[in-house]
């Protein structure tokens, strides 16, 4: 039976592989650490869950508008200009089952065959599978080492053509950590603007800043018109299972939502919505704790891995992602990752997952405790000194 062209085109993610190989040597008795999976290690905040209860107890379950409940998409409306200086309203947002909607949808709306896209490499794997799936042209941009791993605007102004259609931003980014200095936004916002280019705008990580400060390309001059911005709660809120995201996005833009959102998955879960409510009007100190404790994290695993022989490691300013280079073994990302899994029982990725870019590097999540990011830089100090 042949299965149309299109469904070849979406790759698997990497994480998820490496997850069932890092499970399938748990079911064999090895002990594993697991720094593989993007998701909080702490549970969800407590304002989030308790309501998310309640909604289930007193019967709000039922079907709720494609674009999300109103109070939400007020509540979002009301953070974003806030956060980001812009005025937008309700109408401008729309509630989506999770980040990856929130990337897939807009792409939809917004893509044709034929069209060019522009993402970051190494990026978020669903970037270049949804370009590729839509049948538009992929024009990745690379995330240097020796550039912060930011945009290297040299091969952005060189990818720019008459065919750009979507520029696709991630920062503080996945997998590197990187955030994307006003200067570099400012020449990005320029050229959308003189190429009549959209921008998607992935802040899924705007709360976990570390070093500088978040800027969103959408509080530009010009912006607000032509970008989508895509947040959510998984994230800050550890809500990476209720599968709750949002867009903010001009309104044409937001009203073509609702047909796709109609003919796929109808509506946003209710009671999640209302956990959402909740996390985003409720107290903030649980989420600034867990930042903080990311941030120490980040200080622990990027000074140990710098210690051990043989790996660098640029210091993330955001998210909680570690990307060293591990080019002097002579390796390949895969081969490192899959000797890190198998002699040290350390579950990573290989850059390589996120990219051709990626070549020569891992990524590690300090999405884990400091007693295991201790023990994991331990075993991989010894397997490698073995390597070596």
């Excluded at 085109?9 to 064999?28: F, I, T």
């Excluded at 947040?231 to 044409?252: C, H, I, N, Q």
């Amino acid at each position: 039976m042949k299965l149309a062209a299109r469904v070849s085109r979406l790759k698997a993610e990497g994480a998820y592989e490496m997850l069932a190989r890092a499970q399938a040597l748990e079911a064999q008795g090895r002990e594993i650490i697991h720094l593989e999976i993007g998701q909080p290690d702490f549970d969800t905040v407590p304002s989030a869950a308790l309501a998310g209860i309640r909604a289930i107890t007193t019967g709000l379950t039922r079907y709720n508008p494609p674009p999300g409940i109103p109070e939400l998409r007020a509540a979002v409306a009301t953070e974003i200009s806030r956060t980001r200086g812009v005025e937008v309203g309700p109408e401008n947002v729309v509630i989506v089952p999770g980040g990856k909607p929130g990337i897939f949808f807009p792409m939809l709306a917004l893509v044709e065959p034929g069209d060019e896209v522009i993402y970051p490499d190494p990026g978020f794997p669903t970037y270049e599978s949804v370009t590729h799936f839509l049948g538009a042209v992929p024009r990745p941009v690379p995330l240097l080492e020796e550039n912060d791993f930011s945009f290297d605007m040299t091969a952005f102004e060189a990818a720019l053509s008459e065919r750009t259609r979507l520029i696709i931003l991630n920062s503080p980014s996945n997998p590197t950590g990187s955030v994307i200095p006003r200067r570099d936004l400012e020449r990005i916002a320029e050229a959308a603007i003189a190429h009549d280019a959209w921008v998607l705008s992935d802040e899924i990580y705007s709360r976990m800043v570390y070093d500088g400060e978040h800027v969103s390309i959408i509080s530009l001059p010009g912006m607000l018109e032509r970008t989508v911005l895509l947040d959510g709660f998984s994230k800050a809120y550890a809500m990476t299972g209720w599968r709750l995201g949002y867009g903010v996005m001009p309104v044409e833009v937001a009203e073509a939502m609702g047909p796709l959102l109609t003919h796929s998955v109808s509506c946003t879960a209710t009671f999640t919505q209302y956990a959402g409510l909740a996390a985003l009007t409720g107290p903030q100190d649980v989420v600034d704790k867990m930042v903080a404790q990311f941030r120490r994290r980040r200080d622990v695993i990027v000074e140990g891995l710098n210690a051990i022989p043989g790996i660098t490691c640029h210091k993330p300013q955001g998210a909680f992602y570690a990307f060293p280079n591990v080019k002097s073994f002579g390796k390949t990302s895969e081969e490192m990752a899959v000797y890190l899994l198998e002699k040290a029982g350390v579950a990573v990725l290989p850059g390589t997952a996120f990219g051709r870019h990626g070549e020569g590097y891992l990524r590690l999540s300090y999405a884990n405790s400091l007693e295991n990011l201790e023990r994991a830089l331990e075993r991989m100090r010894e397997a490698l000194r073995k390597l070596g």
